[in-house]
């Protein structure tokens, strides 16, 4: 079975631009999480989608938001970048949403907002 | 609310020493504890995970956990470290009430050294 795909790996954007990163769960999987990895904050949740619908949001500001699609790929929106934004994202898919599934994550998208 | 404490944000062992990487955990329910490795440029992979049926708990790559209850504690370790260790280690919660909203501690940074 493929992995979690995140694409692009890379991205480099400027202040107040805004960016859409992708992820594309494992065959089969149903629930996508979003995590934001910073040196300082380490990992941060974002959000949870399942079935379409978010279903868990973090403690992030509006300028974050996300999506699923009928086939469970996801894409996550951050708009008005900051210089702050800069970090990895990373995606990761479980089964289901019992609380013993395993997340399999992604290797993530690094973004850097200069 | 849970949350997770990893003591050590870097450990140094000598190669084929033990490897001792430090877990402690709050939960107000009982928890579901994963650890996870990150290698650099690369998201987060399982080594294992506790969901109450043992309580040492064995993972890849030789590592293992005992989950302790009275002491709050999920520490991994593995008896004999080899170079490809070096890696970043996350300890993550989350509670049984469905959510796949996983906590992470800071992350303990392993160097193993020849």
């Known amino acids: 079975k493929a992995g979690v795909t995140q694409t692009p790996r890379y991205l480099i954007k400027t202040r107040g631009q805004q960016v859409t990163l992708s992820c594309s769960p494992i065959?089969?999987?149903?629930?996508v999480s979003w995590y934001q990895q910073t040196p300082g904050q380490g990992l941060q949740f974002l959000f949870e989608?399942?079935?379409?619908?978010?279903?868990n949001k973090g403690n992030f500001p509006g300028r974050f938001s996300g999506r699923q699609f009928s086939n469970s790929r996801s894409e996550m929106n951050v708009s008005t970048l900051e210089l702050g934004d800069s970090a990895l994202y990373l995606c990761?898919?479980?089964?289901?949403?019992?609380?013993?599934?395993?997340?399999?994550f992604g290797n993530g998208t690094r973004l850097t907002v200069t | 609310a849970q949350s997770v404490t990893q003591l050590g944000s870097h450990v140094s062992v000598s190669e084929g020493a033990l490897v001792l990487l430090r877990c402690n955990y709050s939960?107000?329910?009982?928890?579901?504890l994963f650890w996870y490795v990150q290698y650099p440029n690369q998201g987060l992979q399982l080594l294992l995970k506790?969901?109450?049926?043992?309580?040492l708990v064995k993972g890849i790559n030789g590592f293992e956990a005992e989950f302790k209850k009275s002491e709050t504690s999920f520490h991994l370790t593995k008896p004999s470290a080899h170079m490809s260790d070096a890696a970043e280690y996350f300890c993550?919660?989350?509670?049984?009430?469905?959510?796949?909203?996983?906590?992470f501690g800071k992350g303990t940074k392993l160097t193993v050294n020849p």
């Open positions: 990761a898919s479980s089964l289901d949403r019992q609380g013993g599934s395993p997340l399999h």
């Open positions: 065959s089969g999987h149903r629930s």
């Open positions: 989608y399942f079935s379409e619908t978010q279903r």
């Open positions: 939960s107000s329910v009982p928890p579901y």
């Open positions: 506790y969901t109450s049926a043992a309580t």
């Open positions: 993550a919660v989350s509670g049984q009430g469905g959510s796949e909203k996983l906590v």
